[in-house]
């Protein structure tokens, strides 16, 4: 069993027949209720926390690596 919520990435119809031809049922939850799923809305909580500051931290480098260019001219 699959449980998911009802983003239009899960919904659509490639997920359906994918499930289907493997023999996995999907759990949808209810639309407006997180709740439904609560472990599973923490963990992508903090992993989009994560993701966003090794992206501000790329940035932060490929932005201090381009203004510390010294010039000798």
Same mark, same amino acid.
Request: hydrophobic share 35%; glycine share 12%; with cysteine.
């Given at each position: +069993?699959? !449980?998911?919520? *009802?983003? =239009?990435? $899960?919904? %659509? !119809?490639? +997920?359906d027949r994918w499930a289907y031809e493997n023999g996995i049922g999907?759990? $949808? =939850?209810?639309?407006? !209720?997180?709740?439904? *799923?609560?472990?599973?809305?923490? $963990? *992508?909580g903090r992993f989009r926390q994560e993701c966003l500051a090794v992206?501000? %931290?790329? #940035?932060? =480098? #490929? &932005?201090?690596?381009?203004?510390? @260019? @010294? *010039? &000798? %001219?």
């Amino acid at each position: +069993m699959l !449980k998911s919520d *009802n983003g =239009s990435e $899960f919904a %659509g !119809k490639v +997920m359906d027949r994918w499930a289907y031809e493997n023999g996995i049922g999907i759990d $949808f =939850s209810r639309p407006g !209720k997180p709740t439904d *799923n609560a472990a599973v809305e923490s $963990f *992508n909580g903090r992993f989009r926390q994560e993701c966003l500051a090794v992206a501000d %931290g790329l #940035q932060s =480098s #490929q &932005t201090s690596l381009c203004t510390g @260019v @010294v *010039n &000798t %001219g």
